[in-house]
């Protein structure tokens, strides 16, 4: 006889796992719009600004560089 596991014989914290993955998708991907954004707007600031701040500008420039996602 062949047997296979339904949704309910699943442990109770894998089933949740597997439900909550489209909203850790949206969080991610409302991570990466947040840090694009912030990203332009700290190239948009010029040296005064960057000096209230307290960001050097090779501070800038080394947030500048990175990826999205970093």
Request: hydrophobic share 45%.
């Amino acid at each position: 006889m062949e047997r296979t596991l339904s949704h309910a014989a699943l442990p109770l914290s894998s089933a949740k796992s597997r439900s909550a993955w489209p909203l850790r998708l949206l969080a991610r991907l409302g991570l990466w719009a947040q840090r694009a954004r912030t990203r332009r707007q700290l190239a948009q600031l010029d040296e005064r600004l960057l000096a209230d701040a307290g960001i050097s500008r090779c501070e800038r420039l080394a947030e500048l560089d990175k990826p999205f996602w970093r």
